[in-house]
């Protein structure tokens, strides 16, 4: 079975400054990797995915993620983040078969100081 | 870009009440799927459907939730009894190609 791990619990940066947030991944297939972002009261958002070719995938919001299998790592990062940013992110991974029944990690708190 | 809407968006409810919760995804879509997301952690999944059927529901508790899928369309979700564990934020999902799109998701707080 796939599992997720979001070292991070929490971060903080300041505005402007550069972010990397870790996820490492347990599969035994090629995985569906992917990052989701959740603001207070709302659903999740994909931010971006990957399943092949390119193993530095750019998603929206300026994110971008690097898929390292000798890592088991989709770490994702952005060069400069805006107050907006602030939120919970979610890494996850979905079975071979279609990317199907997605698995969690537990999240990373995102917290932007002016 | 699929939409699924859910309902309602918040519910409060004592220990051993029942309660449904509500899945209407925008557009025809074969799988959907129920999460739990207890505060302070990631989503978990309670049941996949494909159609009407269930394709896996390992991890719902069947002794208290119950979840259906009508006409293979929209879907309900229930819980009964409810346990203070129960609290969380109940999600739907559908799947559209190898991405999954998420409702607003329904806040339950169980007293």
């Known amino acids: 079975a796939q599992s997720v791990t979001q070292p991070d619990i929490h971060i903080t940066v300041s505005e402007g400054a550069s972010l990397e947030l870790r996820c490492n991944y347990s599969?035994?297939?090629?995985?569906?990797l992917f990052w989701y972002v959740q603001s207070p009261g709302q659903g999740l958002q994909l931010l971006l995915k990957?399943?092949?070719?390119?193993?530095l995938v750019q998603g929206i919001k300026g994110f971008e993620a690097e898929f390292k299998r000798s890592q088991s790592s989709f770490n994702l990062r952005k060069p400069s983040v805006h107050w907006s940013d602030a939120a919970e992110y979610f890494c996850?991974?979905?079975?071979?078969?279609?990317?199907?029944?997605?698995?969690f990690g537990q999240g990373t708190r995102l917290t932007i100081n002016p | 870009e699929a939409g699924v809407a859910q309902s309602p968006r918040y519910k409060i409810i004592e220990k051993r009440q029942s309660v449904a919760f509500w899945c209407n995804p925008i557009?025809?879509?074969?799988?959907l799927y129920w999460y739990q997301q207890i505060l302070g952690q990631g989503p978990k999944l309670l049941i996949q459907?494909?159609?009407?059927?269930?394709?896996?529901d390992s991890q719902l508790p069947k002794d208290r939730f119950s979840a259906e899928r009508l006409k293979g369309v929209d879907s309900t979700l229930k819980i009964q009894p409810a346990k203070l564990e129960d609290s969380a934020v109940y999600l739907c999902a559908i799947q559209g190609g190898i991405q999954q799109y998420f409702g607003p998701g329904t806040r339950l707080t169980v007293t």
């Open positions: 990957y399943f092949s070719g390119d193993t």
């Open positions: 557009s025809g879509h074969a799988t």
């Open positions: 996850a991974v979905g079975d071979s078969q279609g990317a199907q029944k997605l698995v």
């Open positions: 599969y035994g297939a090629t995985p569906y």
């Open positions: 459907f494909q159609n009407n059927g269930v394709v896996d």
